[in-house]
């Protein structure tokens, strides 16, 4: 079955802590990945994607993530968040057909 | 340069109504897609329109169709209001048929609430 995992579906952390949001994809899905954050009452932005080339992608926002071909991962990471970044964050990739399929989001509190 | 724009952006029907839902794409944009996101859910695909032809839909029954017309913004119908039906719908607008690889721009959202 084609499918987005996201393995945490809240993480509260501290200000300026790091942060790890983890993703896993199924090897039917295309391997194109994407991290979109969505804020409350608002539509969705995308962070960064992952289309081919280098496994560690750079996003807006100072997020970053890595490609794992191996672990079937896409995790998000940020050395050091800001009270902004809460939000709720998704992780997507399109199936054959194109069309994006999302995990079940994971949201990202932080804490002063 | 304008971004996906929906309409309205919150909604309150009762079941068994019916109700159409509105998105203007970005400029230059030729396809435009639908989701569906539950309250604490993931987007769920509903369909995608390229040049006014219906491309691809997900899991939804027939009472959910849509639109699009030869500006690119699309309509979005549901027919038959379900209280399941309560959710927030997002509109996304991309440049390509297939967006494989071709990054969707989301709209706001229309909030919808079925009572």
């Known amino acids: 079955a084609q499918s987005v995992t996201q393995l945490d579906s809240q993480v509260p952390v501290f200000e300026e802590a790091p942060v790890e949001l983890r993703c896993n994809y199924s090897?039917?899905?295309?391997?194109?990945l994407f991290w979109y954050v969505q804020y409350p009452n608002q539509g969705l932005q995308l962070l960064l994607k992952?289309?081919?080339?280098?496994?560690l992608v750079k996003g807006i926002n100072g997020f970053e993530a890595e490609f794992n071909k191996s672990q079937t991962s896409f995790h998000l990471r940020k050395p050091s968040v800001h009270i902004s970044d809460t939000a709720e964050y998704f992780c997507?990739?399109?199936?054959?057909?194109?069309?994006?399929?999302f995990g079940q989001g994971t949201e990202l509190s932080v804490k002063p | 340069e304008t971004g996906v724009t929906q309409s309205p952006t919150h909604l309150i029907k009762t079941r068994g109504q019916q109700v159409t839902l509105r998105c203007s794409s970005q400029?230059?944009?030729?396809?435009v897609s639908w989701y569906q996101q539950a309250l604490g859910q993931g987007p769920q695909f509903i369909f995608q329109?390229?040049?006014?032809?219906?491309?691809g839909r997900g899991n939804f029954p027939p009472r959910f169709s849509g639109l699009q017309f030869p500006n690119y913004s699309s309509e979005l119908n549901v027919n038959a209001l379900e209280l399941d039906d309560s959710a927030l719908y997002l509109c996304?607008?991309?440049?390509?048929?297939?967006?494989?690889?071709?990054?969707?721009?989301f709209g706001p959202g229309t909030r919808l609430t079925v009572l």
């Open positions: 996304a607008s991309s440049s390509q048929y297939s967006t494989l690889y071709n990054e969707q721009f």
């Open positions: 090897s039917s899905v295309s391997v194109y």
């Open positions: 992952y289309l081919s080339g280098s496994t």
């Open positions: 997507a990739a399109p199936n054959q057909g194109g069309k994006l399929i």
């Open positions: 400029s230059g944009h030729n396809t």
């Open positions: 329109y390229y040049r006014e032809e219906e491309n």
